[in-house]
């Protein structure tokens, strides 16, 4: 079956750099996603990556997939106590309607 | 701000109960997705409308059903509530259901069934 897994806490200093970390099980799957929750709010799409890419580049946000592992790593360059969220991995899977499967979230805490 | 809309945003039911939660899309969009989010845990896929039917469906009991209206707005309904329905509910809209379309979520409607 299906699964995402994510560590549920990480913990970075203001101005380091942020990597969270997902696996995920299903190789069919066609692209990833990394959502942001902040209290009280909905889920932001941060970026996504299709799966025949190894990475993508979008200001702060670096993605890395490796597929043969089915690892899939996000970093944020120089954290900002804005980015205090949970961070959120999905990943959609071909064949199942575009639903989407969610690890359960990396807490992300800056320490000042 | 998304411009998807959830009402109401807090709920308060008991056990056996039936409960409606709506959701406006983003103008525009016609496909809408529900998710069930329970504390500590990842969004679960409920199920998904595109132009008013159900267009896919994860592993929730036929007591959990919706519907999608001509202006693409929706509903989702759960009949006899138990208590481990307590969560928070997500609408996502966008515009299709390919998988490299943006969905756009709403704040959710958070359910406590005491």
């Known amino acids: 079956g299906e699964d995402v897994e994510q560590s549920l806490f990480l913990s970075v200093r203001e101005g380091d750099s942020s990597v969270i970390n997902c696996t995920y099980t299903?190789?069919?799957?066609?692209?990833l996603y990394w959502y942001k929750q902040e209290p009280g709010a909905g889920l932001q799409l941060l970026t996504y990556i299709f799966s025949n890419m190894d990475m993508k580049q979008d200001q702060r946000l670096t993605v890395l997939l490796n597929k043969k592992d089915k690892h899939l790593s996000l970093r944020i360059a120089d954290t900002q106590t804005g980015d205090s969220a949970i961070y959120f991995c999905?990943?959609?899977?071909?064949?199942?309607?575009?639903?989407?499967?969610w690890g359960a979230g990396t807490k992300l805490i800056i320490k000042p | 701000e998304t411009g998807v809309t959830q009402s109401p945003t807090h709920l308060i039911k008991t056990r056996g109960q039936q409960v409606t939660l709506r959701c406006s899309s983003q103008?525009?969009?016609?496909?809408v997705s529900w998710y069930q989010q329970a504390l500590g845990q990842g969004p679960q896929f409920i199920f998904q409308?595109?132009?008013?039917?159900?267009?896919g469906r994860g592993n929730f009991p036929p007591r959990f059903s919706g519907l999608q209206f001509p202006n693409y707005s929706s509903e989702l309904n759960v009949n006899a509530l138990e208590l481990d329905d307590s969560a928070l509910y997500l609408c996502a809209s966008s515009l299709g259901q390919g998988a490299n379309t943006e969905a756009f979520f709403g704040q959710g409607t958070r359910l406590t069934v005491v």
């Open positions: 999905a990943e959609s899977v071909k064949g199942s309607n575009y639903q989407l499967i």
């Open positions: 299903d190789s069919s799957s066609t692209y």
């Open positions: 103008s525009g969009h016609n496909t």
């Open positions: 409308y595109y132009r008013e039917e159900e267009n």
